[in-house]
Each structure stands twice: as C-alpha cells, then as structure tokens.
C-alpha cells in the first residue's frame, strides 16, 4: 500500500473530507453499478460485490480516496488512481444524489484535494476521463483548469497542470 503524506481531514463549513472508510461501502456500490462512469474511468467491475470484498478492491484501486460529507452526510467520493509519485495521477469525483449535485461541492473538493497535492508535491498532473458527450462533466473539470489533451472511442482526456496553478479557496479551510 502506497501512503501519501497529506492531511487525512480536509473541513471548510459544513463541507468536510475525510478518508474513505468500510462503512461507506453502500454509497461506493451505488457509484459502481452505473456503467458510464466504470466504462470512462478505465475500471472493471468486481466479480464479487461482498461488502469486505468491495472494501478491499477499492481500498487497492484507488490509492488516495476520501468520502465528501455536507453536515456528516456522505454524499460523494474523491480519488486518485494510477498515481506515480511527483509526477501524475488519475481523479475521479462523484456526486452520488442529485440534490447536492450543483451546489460547489465537488468544486470545493476538488481544491481541497489539489491544494494539498501542490502544498505536499504529490504530483505535478491530474487527469481526468470522460465521456465526450457528457457536456456537464466536461464543464465541470474545465472551470477548474483542465485542458483537453486527447479523445479516442468516445472519452475526453483532460489534463491539469497543478505547478502555477491558482484554484482560489474558500474561506474557514481547516485541516
């Protein structure tokens, strides 16, 4: 297991990351059975969907993963896969109901993860997949800097460059 030295609890008013634990495993099920999001991501599904099985699949996929809770209610997963330490790694977010989706949260997670990849020189790039057609996602990822870098059989490449970028963060950050 690869241990990332960054701050494990990430809290600005009622939005709050923590690290992912067994006991998200039904919101992580969710997120696992939509098709789009497994077929953009690069990712195969478990054969086996047990509670303790799911835990340790995600646990080995996703090297530095952390639950999204407004007012200690799990509403989203923030991860990074594929990561090459000091140089790149792979993001995924996901907003798992839509009544929180399109209220900042996975915007201010998103900083919060990438201030404390610059602050602790994690990595250098983020990359993100989605589906070409997904315009909302593709938006999304844009306001936050990423450049399309490539499109091959339907997903959109997208790449951050986290040296000299300037997110702007929200106010009652703690750690």
């Not at 297991?1 to 609890?9: A, F, T």
């Not at 939005?15 to 999001?37: E, Q, Y």
């Not at 099985?53 to 923030?78: A, M, N, P, Y």
């Not at 844009?142 to 490539?150: A, C, K, Q, Y």
């Amino acid at each position: 297991m690869l241990w990332v030295k960054m701050p494990r609890y990430m809290k600005a008013n009622k939005l709050r990351l923590r690290p992912l634990s067994i006991f998200d495993d039904s919101s992580i099920n969710k997120w696992l059975r939509n098709k789009v999001i497994l077929k953009t991501e690069r990712l195969s599904k478990p054969a086996c969907l047990s509670w303790f099985f799911l835990w340790w699949w995600v646990k080995r996929r996703f090297t530095c993963s952390f639950c999204i809770e407004i007012d200690s209610r799990s509403v989203g997963f923030i991860a990074l896969y594929n990561m090459r330490l000091g140089k790149s790694a792979e993001i995924t977010l996901m907003i798992f109901e839509s009544i929180f989706k399109r209220h900042g949260y996975g915007t201010m997670a998103f900083k919060f993860l990438a201030q404390n990849l610059q602050r602790h020189a994690v990595v250098e790039k983020v990359f993100a997949r989605v589906e070409a057609d997904n315009h909302t996602a593709l938006s999304f990822w844009r306001s936050l800097g990423f450049m399309e870098v490539s499109s091959l059989e339907g997903i959109t490449n997208l790449s951050l460059d986290l040296n000299g970028w300037s997110g702007r963060w929200g106010p009652g950050i703690q750690y």
